[in-house]
């Protein structure tokens, strides 16, 4: 069983009308806002379950497989936020995701979230093990159990019919995105390494490399689609050129980390079998809306942004990487520098620019600001229990904690963070303008 249902708490009772809907009419359901936000959290925790034990959802897939989790949470709440849209027909591509018939009909929110999320985890981790997917049904039928205590059938009905109808309209959309089977073919059998002066060359024996064709996928914000990543310092094996210098400043300092430096580089490495770089930003999402005790509208407005972000920045950074095929760090210096040098993390299978980890961070340092504010303090208990907590007086020294992690391990250049943060950001910022409060 789940941890964290201990204290649910739901208004079942029919409020006051509220106007809900673009019309201005009244609303026979409760608002969004009369409940607790549990039910987002405890389906988010089975989310990143489900990424750690699930072979094949790398960075990007998990990435991807939390936005669409954090779009259907928001479209199966929204209905009740009378201050806010659905995002159909505002999103790159989204359209014909049934509505809500909040003046003939009334719904308990969290049920229709519980059915949206427990429908789309069921097909996007259909590739997990037996044992995980009747986890799935197992909270499932704990959140069925719980809410349907204190409402009619009818309202039962009207909210598992809505829930399931707008997940299965948004696992649509994403079939048609160009991802859908990436956990399946994460390394494509077939593909040829592009060659070339200063090109990416395999660091292991994972010879293809991650996901090569990601960066063609479809956003999931349309202006998210043009390139804000500037280009890389020009490649040179020259001493003087700034190339060189970059390289050389990464292997002077790979040798005299501090302890610190390098418990920053392993708290934030996010290998296989863990949370991934994506699933711990949403974690840290998570610990922070729970320390507030944020309502369920707050939660499913974070979670959105969050998602969506995440999202569009692995598309965005995995089509920088099979556009410049950038050498990584530990080929340059064994080829210039020193022959027997190794980075204190193992380099990932795929090109060097511009990093992940950064582009990620830039994109959820951007939300988190607007949501509560740059002078934020906080702790990353990700690894409680493992690792030390982490803590940050704001997000952006969160975020450039999580980018410099991958110049501390040796695996990134600093202009490929530096880039990738700023391009994260950017990204962020086309979702934030994004038309979703009225």
Same mark, same amino acid.
């Given at each position: ?92 591509? /989204?359209?014909?995701? %049934? !509505?809500?018939? @909040? +003046? ?9 979230? &519980? =059915? ?67 956990? /399946?073919?994460?390394? %494509? !059998?077939?593909? @040829? +390494? ?9 660091? &292991? =024996? ?71 770089? %994506? ?160």
């Amino acid at each position: 069983m789940l941890i964290g249902l201990s204290g649910l708490s739901f208004f079942s009772c029919k409020k006051d009308k509220e106007v809900v809907n673009p019309v201005a009419q009244k609303s026979l359901s409760a608002p969004t806002s009369n409940y607790e936000s549990v039910v987002a959290s405890d389906w988010l925790d089975m989310h990143l379950l489900l990424i750690k034990a699930t072979p094949g959802f790398t960075p990007p897939v998990a990435a991807r497989a939390l936005g669409y989790h954090s779009l259907a949470l928001y479209e199966s709440v929204v209905y009740g936020m009378k201050d806010y849209n659905t995002l159909n027909g505002k999103l790159n591509g /989204l359209s014909g995701l %049934p !509505a809500a018939d @909040t +003046v003939g009909k009334e719904y308990n929110w969290p049920l229709v979230a &519980s =059915t949206a999320q427990y429908t789309v985890l069921k097909e996007i981790y259909i590739t997990a093990s037996d044992r995980n997917k009747a986890k799935i049904d197992s909270l499932k039928t704990v959140y069925e159990n719980k809410l349907k205590v204190g409402i009619t059938n009818v309202v039962i009905d009207n909210s598992v019919k809505l829930g399931a109808s707008i997940a299965s309209g948004i696992l649509d959309y994403a079939k048609k995105d160009g991802g859908a089977n990436g956990h /399946l073919t994460n390394y %494509p !059998a077939g593909y @040829t +390494v592009a060659t070339g002066i200063g090109y990416w060359k395999p660091t &292991s =024996t994972q010879k293809i490399p991650l996901l090569p064709n990601w960066g063609q996928n479809r956003p999931m914000v349309k202006e998210n689609t043009n390139n804000y990543l500037d280009q890389p310092i020009s490649f040179s094996f020259e001493k003087s050129s700034d190339f060189f210098k970059e390289a050389k400043s990464l292997y002077e300092n790979s040798q005299k980390l501090t302890a610190e430096q390098k418990a920053i580089a392993q708290y934030f490495e996010d290998g296989t079998g863990t949370v991934t770089p %994506p699933g711990h930003h949403f974690n840290v999402v998570k610990n922070i809306l729970k320390s507030k005790k944020a309502k369920l509208d707050e939660v499913a407005l974070v979670y959105l942004k969050t998602g969506l972000s995440l999202n569009d920045a692995f598309i965005a950074c995995w089509k920088g990487k099979y556009t410049y095929n950038l050498m990584r760090p530990v080929t340059y210096i064994n080829e210039s520098l020193d022959k027997n040098w190794r980075p204190l993390l193992n380099t990932p299978p795929f090109p060097e620019y511009a990093s992940g980890h950064s582009t990620a961070a830039g994109a959820v340092v951007a939300i988190l600001e607007d949501a509560f504010g740059k002078k934020y303090a906080f702790d990353d208990i990700t690894y409680f229990g493992t690792m030390p907590n982490r803590k940050y007086a704001d997000f952006e020294s969160y975020g450039q904690e999580t980018s410099n992690s991958r110049v501390y391990g040796g695996i990134h250049y600093k202009f490929s963070c530096d880039n990738g943060y700023k391009n994260g950001k950017k990204i962020a910022e086309n979702v934030l303008k994004l038309k979703i409060k009225k």
